[in-house]
């Protein structure tokens, strides 16, 4: 199937008219804010009009998809006929699906945990050391790479090819070169699944090092210097000075990157495609409402998604509200 300007030219226009509709409305806002009385009695009615299209575009983008997925996860794989819990029963109770909860809370269990410790640990490591910013720029890097473009590398990583031919993947290669066998690590159940949660770890590592990093340049260097006047032991100043510190920030960067987690949908996707018992909540979502036709399990799927991921964003929120009151 090709791309037919003539048969999609009325969605363009209709597109360019949605567009220049949405800038006229702000243009008129702008207007009358600036035309109007600038403090006061108007402050009230200047705000309603700047959040009024952030408004319609949230309702239109997130209220109503959430309100139809809530519904369709209440109905049979063509959303036409009502079914009750019946999806969420066999959420619950089918193998397959089980094995995407068991994999979904082997990533939340080991990646955030993982990535944010490594992070910190790396954090703590090159501190006011000489060459602190170059070995912050290495364990970085890796943000600035997709999750796609970094499971494409680590799929060269995992890459198997049989004892007699040469290695292409680097991790058989090194098996190899010590006399073992190479092995199809990305079919192993359940290692291929913690071997997905490194990629995941290798990327997010440096997000909690820069941002740790920062907080732990932020302890008052009063309290560093007394504490090394009393000749206190490494562990000691890290556990009674470095880490209450850093807690809240700490919590801050394991909150965003468990939800992260749990949103997780291109590592596996690009991997494994969701096979050999590596889907996971996203990837399976995506399965069962685009690939089987099950719009019904799908929008569970999705439900169940969104319902732990709310709880983790309250707390971020409590987390970043109490942090800001701090520094005030």
């Known amino acids: 199937m090709g791309f ?21 409305v702000i243009g008129v806002l702008l207007f009358l804010v600036d035309a109007g009385p600038k403090k006061t ?35 049979d794989g063509r ?20 094995v995407v909860l068991r994999n979904t809370f082997l990533w939340v269990l080991f990646g955030p945990v993982l990535a944010t410790a ?14 602190e910013s170059v070995a912050k720029s290495l364990i970085f890097m890796p943000m600035a790479i997709s999750f796609v473009g970094a499971s494409i590398i680590w799929k060269f990583v995992y890459a198997y090819r049989p004892a007699e031919a040469d290695q292409i993947g680097l991790l058989n290669q090194l098996i190899v070169w010590f006399g073992g066998e190479p092995r199809l690590w990305l079919l192993e159940t359940p290692l291929n699944t913690l071997l997905l949660i490194v990629v995941l770890i290798w990327v997010q590592a440096g997000f909690a090092m820069v941002v740790l990093s920062a907080a732990i340049k932020a302890i008052p260097d009063d309290i560093i210097e ?24 700490l919590m801050v960067v394991l909150i965003t990157i468990s939800v992260q987690t749990l ?32 719009l019904g399990m799908g929008s569970a ?17 409590r987390t970043n509200r109490r942090l800001r009151e701090e520094q005030r």
């Open 4 to 24: 037919s300007l003539v048969e999609e030219l009325p969605k363009l226009v209709w597109l360019v008219i949605g567009v220049a509709g949405f800038l006229a």
């Open 41 to 75: 009695r108007t402050e009230w009615w200047q705000a309603a009009l700047f959040l009024s299209p952030a408004l319609v575009l949230l309702i239109l983008g997130l209220v109503y998809p959430v309100f139809r997925t809530t519904l369709l996860s209440f109905m």
């Open 79 to 98: 959303g036409t006929a009502w079914v009750g819990l019946d999806n969420y029963v066999r959420m619950f109770t089918q193998p397959q699906i089980l």
């Open 118 to 131: 490594i992070g910190l640990f790396y954090a703590l490591l090159v501190d006011r050391r000489r060459f």
């Open 226 to 249: 007394a504490a090394r006047i009393d000749g206190t032991s490494v562990w000691s100043h890290f556990r009674h000075i470095t880490l209450p510190s850093v807690w809240p920030t």
């Open 263 to 294: 949103k997780v949908f291109d590592i596996v996707r690009t991997m494994t495609g969701g096979q050999y018992e590596t889907s996971v909540i996203a990837n399976e979502m995506y399965a069962q409402a685009f690939r089987y036709g099950e």
């Open 301 to 317: 799927l999705a439900v169940f998604l969104f319902v732990l991921v709310v709880p983790l964003v309250i707390v971020q929120m």
